[in-house]
């Protein structure tokens, strides 16, 4: 079985920082791309930010010059460091990992339970 936990969410003022983390644990041989999405009270789910298994990255523009996703192999997990927060970035954070479990399963895509992000003075 495959998990996917986030941590680091909580509650900051405006312009402050956060690093949230998301680490797989379980059964897998191999995880290529990650990424983060949030959901805000009465939206959809956005995706926020993606990289790759060679560590190309892509942006939400929302995000572009404020947020940092990075990623550790060795540890099996991706991290996005959260700058200049804004209260409109107040929002449940998604970790997602695209995972094989085998070398002859598809690759498939997983989600964590989701952190809390709340920018407010």
């Known amino acids: 079985q495959v998990q996917l936990v986030e941590s680091g969410g909580g509650l900051v003022q405006p312009g402050g920082s956060l690093r949230l983390s998301c680490a797989a644990s379980g059964s897998f041989v191999s995880i290529s791309a990650m990424g983060w999405s949030r959901q805000a009270p009465g939206k959809q789910r956005e995706s926020v930010a993606s990289i790759t298994g060679d560590a190309t990255t892509d942006y939400a523009d929302s995000v572009k010059g404020r947020f940092a996703i990075s990623r550790d192999n060795a540890k099996n997990t991706v991290y996005l460091q959260l700058n200049g927060l804004k209260p409109e970035d107040t929002a449940v954070y998604y970790c997602?990992?695209?995972?094989?479990?085998?070398?002859?399963?598809?690759?498939?895509?997983?989600w964590g339970q989701g952190t809390q992000v709340t920018v407010s003075s």
């Open positions: 997602n990992a695209a995972i094989k479990t085998t070398w002859v399963t598809a690759r498939r895509s997983y």
